[in-house]
């Protein structure tokens, strides 16, 4: 079965620095998103990405955040200096059609931030 | 007022009950409503849609009410597996929208 594949599954990284999620959605999905789930709390949107470009961000994604698809396959989310609210698990996830198809998740990337 | 406000619960069931987790939404343009399932430390997973006219999926059986804005899932016939934190999900609008996802209502089965 197809699936989203994240890495890393676990980065600890000291505030201030730069940390870069991947994600590989699947081959045939068009659209992608990045969540992210505070410990204990819900699952809170970000960003999605269609046809190379941000459809629509969170007030959280802000300067600090960026999104590439660098090469047709990975889709990654930069954390540019990262700080102690940033300690998350970051979901990737993508799906076929904009609102009618199932989305999948990775297994997520735990970022903890020292 | 929460987007998606669901209980929280916990809720702690013996096997074999029959236990029912509701939502509601705020955003009356919503479009698209789901129920997803989160086991501890792991992704959503897709439990089921939830349409208009409800449906059924096995032991699990979705309903929607748009005039009331709420969402509920019944789950007949508790299984210790079922133990998880179930999602509602709703889609705000057509198009590329991204989910609003609920706190979730946490479930655990107990033998």
């Known amino acids: 079965e197809p699936e989203v594949t994240q890495t890393p599954s676990h980065q600890v990284t000291q505030m201030g620095q730069e940390v870069i999620l991947r994600c590989v959605p699947i081959?045939?999905?068009?659209?992608f998103y990045w969540y992210r789930q505070i410990l204990g709390q819900k699952v809170e949107f970000l960003v999605s990405?269609?046809?190379?470009?941000?459809?629509?961000k969170s007030e959280i994604f802000d300067d600090q955040f960026s999104v590439e698809r660098p090469d047709g396959s990975n889709f990654t989310l930069k954390i540019r200096s990262t700080k102690l609210e940033d300690s998350a698990m970051y979901f990737c996830?993508?799906?076929?059609?904009?609102?009618?198809?199932?989305?999948?998740f990775g297994e997520g990337s735990r970022l903890t931030v020292l | 007022r929460k987007e998606v406000e669901q209980d929280p619960g916990p809720f702690n069931v013996p096997e074999g009950a029959t236990v029912a987790f509701n939502c509601t939404y705020s955003?009356?343009?919503?479009?698209?409503f789901f129920w997803y399932r989160q086991d501890c430390r792991k992704e959503p997973k897709l439990l089921m849609s939830?349409?208009?006219s409800g449906n059924e999926d096995g032991r699990f059986t979705a309903q929607l009410n748009r005039a009331s804005q709420y969402i509920s899932l019944l789950i007949r016939d508790s299984k210790l597996s079922d133990s998880a934190t179930y999602l509602c999900?709703?889609?705000?609008?057509?198009?590329?929208?991204?989910?609003?996802f609920g706190k979730g209502t946490r479930l655990s089965v107990i033998a």
């Open positions: 996830a993508s799906r076929t059609s904009s609102n009618t198809g199932e989305l999948f």
């Open positions: 081959s045939n999905h068009l659209y």
């Open positions: 990405f269609y046809n190379n470009e941000i459809s629509e």
């Open positions: 955003n009356s343009a919503s479009q698209s």
């Open positions: 939830v349409y208009s």
């Open positions: 999900v709703v889609n705000r609008l057509s198009g590329n929208t991204p989910l609003v």
